[in-house]
């Protein structure tokens, strides 16, 4: 692919619903085995496909990257994963619409996970 030598690799998951999930990925051992290429299927209980998605890049450049890429904005603000998502609905229009409990509930829990790394890493 691109003009490098790739391997596949595949894996499947089964939901609890019995819905299956595809994903074989192509990967090049020549550039540190790399992602070229990923892909994902959906099949139902039945293994009629019902959803796919591919994504490839369309070049590939070998060399040193722009240390451009690794500078961290001047207005980067790190977010716990409750105020991403705050953040992400304000952006999107929806800041008056009422979220989940479910979702309330799985947030508070990446919250704290969240604190308990940046407490572990010495970070406040």
């Known amino acids: ?53 591919e994504i490839q890049p369309v070049t590939v450049t070998v060399g040193t990257p722009d240390p451009k890429l690794f500078e961290i904005p001047e207005d980067y603000a790190e977010l716990s994963p409750s105020e991403a998502a705050e953040a992400h609905r304000t952006n999107a229009g929806g800041s008056g619409r009422t979220v989940p409990e479910k979702m309330l509930q799985r947030l508070a829990k990446e919250d704290r ?11 406040k």
Not at 34 to 40: A, H, I, N, S, Y
Not at 113 to 123: P, V
């Open 113 to 123: 996970e969240y604190f308990s790394n940046r407490q572990a890493a010495g970070r």
């Open 1 to 53: 692919m691109l003009g490098f030598r790739t391997v596949m690799i595949k894996t499947e998951l089964r939901s609890e619903a019995g819905e299956s999930y595809r994903s074989p990925e192509l990967r090049a051992p020549d550039l540190g085995c790399v992602v070229l290429k990923v892909m994902e299927e959906r099949l139902d209980d039945t293994g009629t496909l019902t959803g796919k998605f």
